[in-house]
Nanobody
Framework: QVQLVESGGGLVQAGGSLRLSCAASGSISDVSRMGWYRQAPGKQRELVAI???????YYADSVKDRSTVSRDNAKNTVYLQTNSLKSEDTAVYYCNAYVRVGSRWSNYWGQGTQVTVSS
C-alpha cells in the first residue's frame, strides 16, 4: 500500500506565505505526476498545481503567479510554496500522486491539510 502524508497547513494572515509538503511512502516502484488540489467549503475539489517526474509543471490560473510546485524524487516528496496568500486560498489542500506498485499504476490521495487565510 501507499500512504501520502501532508504537512505545513495552518492559519496565516493575508499576504503571508505557506509551504506545504507531502511525502509518499510504502511499496513504491515508481512515481509519475504529483500535485496539489484544494477544496473550499461548499465548492468542488480543484486542481492547484502538478509536477511530472521530469519537472514539468502546471498551475491553476488562480495561483499561477504566486505558487511554486517542486519535488524531491529521492524522497518521493512534493512541495507547494504559495506567497501573497488571499482569503480565497482558504481550503483543505490534498496531495495527489500517480504511483506504480509492482506493475500496477494507481492514483493516491493524502488525508488533506487545512489552510486558513485570515484577512
Amino acid at each position: 500500500q501507499v500512504q501520502l502524508v501532508e504537512s505545513g497547513g495552518g492559519l496565516v494572515q493575508a499576504g503571508g506565505s505557506l509551504r506545504l509538503s507531502c511525502a509518499a511512502s510504502g511499496s513504491i516502484s515508481d512515481v509519475s505526476r504529483m500535485g496539489w488540489y484544494r477544496q473550499a467549503p461548499g465548492k468542488q475539489r480543484e486542481l492547484v498545481a502538478i509536477i511530472d517526474s521530469g519537472g514539468g509543471t502546471y498551475y491553476a490560473d488562480s495561483v499561477k503567479d504566486r505558487s511554486t510546485v517542486s519535488r524531491d524524487n529521492a524522497k518521493n516528496t512534493v512541495y507547494l510554496q504559495t506567497n501573497s496568500l488571499k482569503s480565497e486560498d482558504t481550503a483543505v489542500y490534498y496531495c495527489n500522486a500517480y504511483v506504480r506498485v509492482g506493475s500496477r499504476w494507481s492514483n493516491y490521495w493524502g488525508q488533506g491539510t487545512q489552510v486558513t487565510v485570515s484577512s
